[in-house]
């Protein structure tokens, strides 16, 4: 999986974690808000009548006056206000949507219309407005009483609907949403432009030229860059020269081993083989290290020859006699051969230590020779 489309499964997880979150955080604050607003406002509104009802409750306790009548079918026809009760000081229904039940004590009414909370008891008590949910149902009941220095002269009941504020909040949640991912998509559109031109785009230039690398010059060519790219980019570079360097060292220490091995044979051979004797010695891969004859198909100086450069028409059992004494380590194998147009005793001795390097000698005693030989 690539790094953009990693990032984009990351930002769009974040992203739709963070607007629910924020989606629950604003419902929550929101129903609160207006849930207490709706509650705020029932009171409100009845406080505003509340001297109108007073004076009719301080007049004639037990009928209603039509100011009251007025101001109670007032609030009665609020669409906010799903029911109400308006009661005098003794407890008897002074208002209810049904006129037979007017007049009756608060006791045969609650039986015959049970209040869904005790906010009527609460509020009378307190001779304060009480608000309590109505359970399982989408209604506050409201009680407020009506009091003059202490004492209570009536209180109103009320339910209200909170069917208005959950549609507000569905529309404000909605608004919510839509402006939460126009933000989110501005926000990603931005943020990803910055991480494809500034991230992406770099490292992708970066991969390329790591994959232009040759054994040849060893060098990142890249942009100059004053950031974090930049910065593994030059350590790159560094790295690579040290390894340059070290196969410099490598190469020098290489050839210099080589010129000290065939000095090594050379003195060697010049000892123990005769001067009318042919001597080749191979490495693992049978190409000529050294020899005590000239070699007159050498393409250069230093060129690199293989044993089968060498070798004349007879030369399969050599190679064969070669391939004995490759399975036998340390062991002196021989046969007759033709090497420069004149027959040959062959002898092939692999000399192999672990760990050392693996060389093969090959020594041609021409059976014309008198000289003798013994490894």
């Given at each position: 999986m690539s790094l953009s489309t990693k990032w984009l499964f990351w930002f769009a997880g974040i992203g739709v974690y963070v607007?629910?979150?924020?989606?629950?955080?604003?419902?929550?604050?929101?129903?609160?808000?207006?849930?207490?607003?709706?509650?705020?406002?029932?009171?409100?509104?009845?406080?505003?009548?509340?001297?109108?009802?007073?004076?009719?409750?301080t007049r004639n306790y037990r009928a209603i006056t039509?100011?009251?009548?007025?101001?109670?079918?007032?609030?009665?026809?609020?669409?906010?206000?799903?029911?109400?009760?308006?009661?005098?000081?003794y407890g008897d229904v002074r208002w209810f949507k049904d006129p037979s039940k007017i007049r009756l004590?608060?006791?045969?009414?609650?039986?015959?219309?049970?209040?869904?909370?005790?906010?009527?008891?609460?509020?009378?008590?307190?001779?304060?407005?009480?608000?309590?949910?109505?359970?399982?149902?989408?209604?506050?009941?409201?009680?407020?009483?009506?009091?003059?220095?202490?004492?209570?002269?009536?209180?109103?009941?009320?339910?209200?609907?909170?069917?208005?504020v959950d549609n507000i909040i569905s529309q404000k949640m909605s608004r919510y949403a839509l402006g939460?991912?126009?933000?989110?998509?501005i926000l990603g559109?931005?943020?990803?432009?910055?991480?494809?031109?500034?991230?992406?785009?770099?490292?992708?230039?970066?991969?390329?030229?790591?994959?232009?690398?040759?054994?040849?010059?060893?060098?990142?060519?890249?942009?100059?860059?004053?950031?974090?790219?930049?910065?593994?980019?030059?350590?790159?570079?560094?790295?690579?020269q040290k390894v340059k360097a070290e196969l410099v060292n490598a190469q020098m220490r290489e050839k210099q081993r080589g010129v000290a091995e065939q000095r090594w044979w050379q003195s060697i051979l010049t000892t123990i083989v005769a001067?009318?004797?042919y001597a080749i010695v191979v490495d693992e891969d049978n190409t000529v290290l050294y020899t005590n004859f000239p070699i007159r198909n050498a393409a250069t100086p230093g060129a690199k020859l293989h044993l089968l450069?060498?070798?004349?028409?007879?030369?399969?059992?050599?190679?064969?006699l070669v391939g004995v004494a490759l399975d036998r380590p340390n062991q002196v194998v021989e046969a007759d051969t033709v090497f420069r147009q004149e027959p040959c005793h062959v002898r092939a001795v692999h000399l192999e230590e672990e760990g050392e390097l693996r060389r093969t000698l090959i020594l041609f005693e021409p059976k014309k020779s008198a000289v003798g030989y013994s490894v």
């Open positions: 607007m629910f979150m924020g989606g629950i955080f604003y419902f929550s604050s929101s129903r609160f808000d207006f849930d207490e607003q709706l509650k705020q406002e029932a009171i409100d509104m009845v406080r505003n009548y509340a001297p109108t009802l007073i004076k009719g409750l039509l100011d009251e009548f007025d101001v109670i079918t007032r609030i009665a026809k609020d669409e906010r206000v799903a029911s109400l009760v308006y009661f005098n000081q004590p608060f006791d045969e009414f609650a039986k015959q219309w049970p209040p869904p909370t005790n906010v009527i008891d609460e509020a009378y008590q307190s001779k304060t407005p009480k608000v309590r949910a109505v359970p399982n149902q989408p209604f506050y009941e409201i009680a407020i009483p009506l009091a003059v220095r202490g004492e209570i002269k009536g209180i109103v009941d009320m339910q209200i609907s909170r069917q208005g939460a991912g126009v933000v989110l998509f559109c931005t943020l990803y432009f910055f991480m494809y031109h500034f991230v992406i785009n770099p490292l992708l230039d970066l991969r390329d030229a790591i994959e232009a690398i040759s054994f040849k010059n060893l060098e990142v060519r890249v942009q100059a860059r004053k950031d974090e790219i930049g910065e593994i980019a030059s350590v790159l570079q560094g790295f690579l001067k009318s004797h450069d060498v070798l004349d028409n007879q030369q399969q059992d050599v190679l064969r």
